[in-house]
């Protein structure tokens, strides 16, 4: 019963490099989501997406891409590093966006 | 603009003691408002949530409070143990529309024996 599967758990990235942020649920839901938390800040929504093929921008979209090719799985494309992209990085999934979210272990993000 | 604005920034508790932490929303077409827990190291796991249709929702120790004119919700954690040692989360959103949770800042109690 894996839930909402985050890799990897920790990476150290330096300005420019691309990477991506994988997240893979094995619950069936529609709704997926990625969130940034950084101290003082709260979850801020990065990307969402109600259903395969559909994502839209969330509070802090700039300098970050999705794609839903699948139900399953809802990867987080950082296309040039930068020192403020550093934070912790979750992924949540749920039926709906108004129902119990299951989040990730989250991802630590380093840009040096 | 801070759509949900949560208080205080963080909280300590003798164990046993009550813990309240306050939320205050703008957007009058909210209507689900659930409260995280995370643990250092974890994901938010979700404790409880509400419905505006109602005033108060208990499950064991913790109770929400929702006061829909005031705009605002409450977390009461009564007889407050180390083990409720987070951060807590409060958050909304409209269910007409599948819009994204909006998210509070946090606060994080620490519960001292």
């Known amino acids: 019963n894996a839930g909402v599967t985050q890799t990897p758990k920790f990476q150290v990235l330096k300005t420019g490099q691309s990477m991506t942020l994988q997240c893979a649920q094995d619950?069936?839901?529609?709704?997926m989501s990625w969130y940034r938390q950084d101290p003082g800040m709260g979850l801020r929504l990065i990307h969402y997406s109600v259903g395969a093929g559909i994502t839209d921008q969330g509070e802090v979209p700039n300098g970050y891409n999705v794609s839903r090719s699948t139900t399953e799985d809802f990867p987080l494309r950082l296309l040039s590093a930068a020192p403020s992209q550093t934070s912790v990085y979750f992924c949540a999934s749920s039926r709906t966006a108004n129902t119990e979210a299951f989040f990730g272990q989250g991802t630590r993000l380093t840009v040096v | 603009q801070q759509q949900v604005k949560q208080s205080p920034q963080s909280l300590i508790v003798q164990k046993g003691g009550i813990s309240i932490i306050n939320c205050a929303y703008e957007?009058?077409?909210?209507?689900?408002f659930p409260w995280y827990q995370q643990f250092p190291g974890k994901g938010p796991a979700l404790l409880i949530a509400i419905r505006p249709d109602v005033s108060e929702k208990k499950e064991g120790r913790f109770t929400i409070s929702f006061n829909k004119s005031a705009k605002q919700f409450s977390l009461h954690i009564m007889d407050s143990q180390p083990g409720d040692s987070a951060t807590y989360f409060c958050a909304a959103s409209m269910i007409k529309g599948n819009t994204p949770l909006v998210f509070g800042k946090g606060t994080r109690l620490s519960v001292i024996a």
């Open positions: 619950m069936n839901h529609e709704y």
């Open positions: 957007n009058t077409a909210f209507d689900y």
